[in-house]
């Protein structure tokens, strides 16, 4: 799937959950962090990191890094490797941590069924 298709579709995704956190009457401090990890996890730190993708151009310099380093849709398209890496961050800093699972899942969930 096309990385512009990823992002509106997280778009969609975005508005749902942040309604829903509101509807929890999660407060807006954190609706703001778990906006900006999302934010981050959309247009930054995506699974497409790998390939010279709209993602890897933002992140500059340092997107050439994770593109020498893993082949596309190796380890950074995998379910269980970001499983991982979202329990370790849900220990640091709890709930927010869905608005980096989020992003990351729908990509992942899109790249197998698209
Ligand atoms: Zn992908």
């Known amino acids: 799937m096309k990385g512009i298709n990823h992002e509106i579709v997280n778009l969609f995704l975005f508005i749902i959950s942040t309604n829903y956190l509101s509807y929890l009457h999660v407060n807006y401090k954190s609706i703001i962090i778990f906006s900006v990890v999302f934010y981050i996890f959309t247009y930054f730190i995506t699974p497409d990191v790998d390939m010279k993708s709209r993602p890897s151009k933002r992140l500059w310099v340092l997107g050439?890094?994770?593109r020498l380093l893993l082949k596309h849709?190796?380890?950074?398209h995998s379910f269980i490797g970001w499983t991982v890496i979202f329990i370790v961050?849900?220990?640091?800093?709890?709930f927010l941590v869905f608005g980096a699972c989020i992003p990351v899942y729908s990509h992942l969930v899109l790249d197998s069924v698209f």
């Open 64 to 66: 050439w890094i994770p």
């Open 73 to 76: 849709r190796g380890i950074s």
């Open 89 to 94: 961050g849900y220990y640091f800093i709890g």
